[in-house]
């Protein structure tokens, strides 16, 4: 019909496939034990069209968050391991390294929380709502002995 846009296409602007995403990592961090408010992020190099610069988390589709330092006392349950770079993806640790809270302001201009997720695998992939006129925040708590990057998952960077 015209004057519509088909559901596939609003779906794709909404939610795009993984494979048209990528993880660019915010240069604000490592962000070590406490909690931290997150609403940009920052890149000083140009990732594909995104040019180097501060931007909102508001017009991402994502986050992962992937911890940089474990004390070696914690324990784990060994998994999947792809032998990259990364690698121990399948890893699951015993304590909670990380949690990571989205929230989305009200047009009253309060902040209400909509994910709640707790990180215990060396990668955490949290996928977000994209909402580009609403004022988007990360909370961030990081466990005692750690420190963890983000990477905020834009749209063909």
Sequence with gaps: ???TVPVGVSQLLVNPPIGLMDPIRDEHGAFAAGDHTITD???TS???VLPAGTWPIGG???????PTVFPVTWGYDIGYDSGSPVGF?????ENRFAQLVVMHQAISGAFIPVQVVD???VQTY???AFVPVSG???GLHVSPGISVELYFMCLLA
């Design 126 to 128: 949290i996928p977000t």
């Design 41 to 43: 992020f920052l890149t």
């Design 46 to 48: 140009a990732h594909g």
């Design 1 to 3: 019909m015209p004057g």
């Design 119 to 121: 990180c215990f695998r």
């Design 60 to 66: 991402t589709f994502g986050v992962i968050v992937a």
């Design 89 to 93: 993806e399948g890893w699951t640790y």
């Design 136 to 138: 988007d925040r990360i």
